[in-house]
């Protein structure tokens, strides 16, 4: 177990398609190793979701926990523990919904970002089983946030108005827009 370093916007390996796993690989040794490594450095950032590229693996895989002990996001209540590999996103209601973004790969900054409210997630889980997800409202976010950085996208390329990209220390946060992410 070990702690990575986390890759920062500009590192090439955030921009690529990652690889999708076959199932051997999903059991593999080596790849419950990377789980437990990206746990460990997901949990040591403080963040909520974590993608594979984002430790410099550019394979499709991501994690999700939102914890209420997380420093970064003080009022957050606990969710399930989500390992999504080859994840697949379908748009179940499009009106959408917006929240300030962050990213442990653009430390520092956040912006407001829209994106549909409620979406399924098609994936395997950790015994390369075909799942399936429902999932809305800030959660569902986190899933497109974390999915995004599978196909090369960072949620600065989500904002419509790049003028709320701002660092966190200059925020005046506002009561309806205070949810944060990874
Ligand atoms: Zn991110």
Request: aromatic content about 8%; some cysteine; charged content about 30%.
């Amino acid at each position: 177990m070990s702690i990575r370093e986390i890759v920062k916007m500009g590192n090439p390996v955030l921009r690529e398609v990652a690889e999708d796993f076959s199932a051997e690989e999903i059991k593999s040794t080596e790849t419950k190793g990377l789980l437990e490594d990206m746990w460990d450095s997901l949990k040591a950032s403080g963040g909520i979701g974590l993608a594979a590229p984002q430790i410099g693996i550019s394979k499709q895989l991501a994690i999700i926990k939102l914890s209420s002990e997380s420093d970064r996001y003080p009022d957050m209540e606990d969710s399930e523990t989500f390992v999504i590999f080859n994840p697949k996103i379908s748009v179940i209601d499009d009106n959408e919904q917006g929240f300030w973004e962050g990213c442990l790969s653009i430390p520092g900054l956040r912006g407001y970002v829209e994106r549909p409210r409620k979406i399924r997630v098609d994936f395997l889980d950790e015994n390369a089983e075909q799942r399936s997800i429902e999932t809305e409202n800030f959660l569902a976010t986190v899933f497109q946030h974390e999915i995004d950085h599978l196909h090369g996208t960072l949620y600065v390329e989500r904002m419509k108005d790049i003028t709320t990209l701002m660092f966190e220390e200059e925020m005046i946060v506002e009561e309806s827009k205070d949810e944060h992410l990874d």
